[in-house]
């Protein structure tokens, strides 16, 4: 029978654990019984410190696997390594929280398997998609950004809720990016892509591990790693500054040999330093994050460190 695995991160979920097991136990039946899949569960500890792992190991039933991270390293790394212990011919990633619902999960499964031509389904966030108007803004402002002249496209609000077969699993396991702009990494990987609109549910129990800073330091992350749009944005600025101020100061010179004019001194100066300085200084700092990506990916230290794999016993 092939074979189905189903990989979650997890941090802290001890209060979401039994549901997740719930829910992935009448998956396996639904999915073995329409699809004929069998399912194994690889979930990814990414340094929980509250026993969500004992707490799993408990109330999870089938054939499952806990891959225990030595410390958190972040969603977007957790789901690799789950990918990495993961068996299957298709690999469905979702939340450990349960705000994928369970209709749509069987949903994507049902798109993937009906057509042989595609190789990855993915989810779009349909609730991002009325937004108020500067975060709507925001957002088409930065996919225009990373999206500028790159030969793949990356498609807005597509989220890591996805089905995947094995061959494009295993093209995402290649990639060794140590900083991860997972939207971005799914896209470039190419393959036929469907995407599938859906609503995510409330959390089942506890809260959000995404503080509103880390989504902006994301956005950052995409468009490091994925343009140099806004470097050339800034060259282009300042030389434009540059010619800008030349010709301002042949006026000068011309007024002043020509008419002998006096010139005041101290505005100008004031002027131009500000701009340049003020254009100077944020280039250095979006040199800075570059170069801070080009360390990371120089260091070459290995994606994620494994403490312990959990096993579901022989007898389950
Ligand atoms: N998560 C993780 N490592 C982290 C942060 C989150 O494995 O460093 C997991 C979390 O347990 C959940 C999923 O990633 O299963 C999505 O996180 P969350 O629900 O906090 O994000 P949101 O749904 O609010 O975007
Ligand atoms: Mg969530």
């Known amino acids: 029978m092939p074979l189905l695995s189903v990989i979650s991160p997890f941090l802290n979920e001890w209060d979401t654990a039994e549901a997740f097991a719930r829910f992935v136990k009448s998956m396996s039946l639904e999915v073995r019984q329409r699809f004929g899949l069998d399912v194994e569960v690889v979930l990814v500890d990414d340094g929980s410190t509250d026993?969500?792992?004992?707490?799993?190991?408990?109330?999870?039933?089938?054939?499952?696997?806990?891959?225990?991270?030595?410390r958190n390293f972040g969603k977007e790394i957790a789901l690799v390594s789950g990918v990495e212990e993961s068996r299957g011919d298709y690999v469905l990633m979702i939340d450990a929280d349960l705000q994928h619902?369970?209709?749509?999960?069987?949903?994507?499964?049902?798109?993937l398997l009906a057509d042989p031509d595609l190789d990855v389904v993915y989810s779009i966030r349909a609730d991002r998609m009325q937004e108020s108007w500067p975060r709507?803004?925001?957002?088409?402002?930065?996919?225009?950004?990373i999206n500028g002249g790159q030969r793949f496209v990356i498609p807005e609000n597509a989220g890591d809720f996805r089905i995947m077969r094995r061959e494009a699993a295993n093209a995402l396991l290649t990639i060794r990016d140590k900083r991860r702009f997972n939207k971005g990494l799914y896209a470039?990987?190419?393959f036929r892509q469907k995407g599938i609109p859906y609503t995510p549910d409330p959390r089942a129990a506890g809260k959000t591990k995404w503080p509103r800073l880390a989504l902006a330091a994301?956005?950052?992350?995409?468009?490091?790693?994925?343009?140099?749009?806004?470097?050339?944005?800034m060259s282009a600025i300042g030389v434009g500054i540059g010619c800008a101020g030349m010709?301002?100061?042949?006026?000068?010179?011309?007024?002043v040999l020509l008419f002998g004019t006096d010139v005041p001194g101290y505005p100008s100066l004031m002027a131009s330093i500000s701009v340049l300085g003020g254009f100077n200084l944020a280039l250095l700092g979006l040199l800075g994050e570059y170069i801070w990506v080009t360390i990371a990916e120089v260091k070459?230290?290995?994606?994620?460190?494994v403490r312990r794999i959990h096993r579901s016993g022989p007898s389950q």
């Open 136 to 145: 709507a803004f925001g957002a088409k402002l930065f996919y225009r950004l």
């Open 247 to 255: 010709a301002y100061g042949v006026e000068l010179i011309m007024k």
């Open 188 to 190: 470039w990987m190419g």
């Open 101 to 111: 619902p369970y209709e749509v999960c069987i949903d994507i499964i049902n798109t």
């Open 51 to 70: 026993g969500s792992t004992a707490r799993y190991r408990q109330v999870l039933e089938g054939n499952w696997r806990i891959v225990e991270l030595s």
């Open 218 to 233: 994301l956005s950052l992350e995409g468009i490091t790693s994925f343009s140099a749009v806004p470097l050339r944005i």
């Open 300 to 305: 070459d230290r290995p994606l994620y460190i």
